[in-house]
């Protein structure tokens, strides 16, 4: 799927189900709760549980940004994440999917 903005991200949502993408959707929570808004958006098979503390202290290292994850399907085949940094994305991919 590649990389969208956060438009493109908006609009898959609301395709899915409108108004999933919406501002005042529980799809933006990750933006609530750091205050911080990603810019753009990838879909990976998600980063399991016992692999997260993990992520988290590589990415902390690693990445100038933040990265946060927006959602993980019901069949846990692909999550999508969010980043505040464009640069972060090709080697998170690298190292995560």
Not at 6 to 13: A, G, P, S
Not at 22 to 43: C, E, H, I, Q
Not at 46 to 66: H, L
Request: aromatic share 20%; with cysteine.
């Amino acid at each position: 799927m590649g990389v969208l903005n956060r438009q493109q991200f908006r609009e898959l949502w609301n395709n899915y189900k409108p108004g999933l993408g919406d501002w005042d959707s529980p799809l933006w929570d990750a933006d609530y709760s750091t205050g911080k808004k990603s810019r753009y958006f990838v879909a990976i098979k998600p980063i399991r549980s016992n692999d997260y503390y993990e992520f988290r202290v590589w990415a902390n290292k690693y990445c100038a940004g933040q990265i946060l994850c927006y959602s993980v399907d019901d069949t846990n085949e692909i999550s999508w994440y969010g980043f505040s940094h464009r640069a972060d994305i090709p080697l998170f991919l690298l190292k995560w999917s």
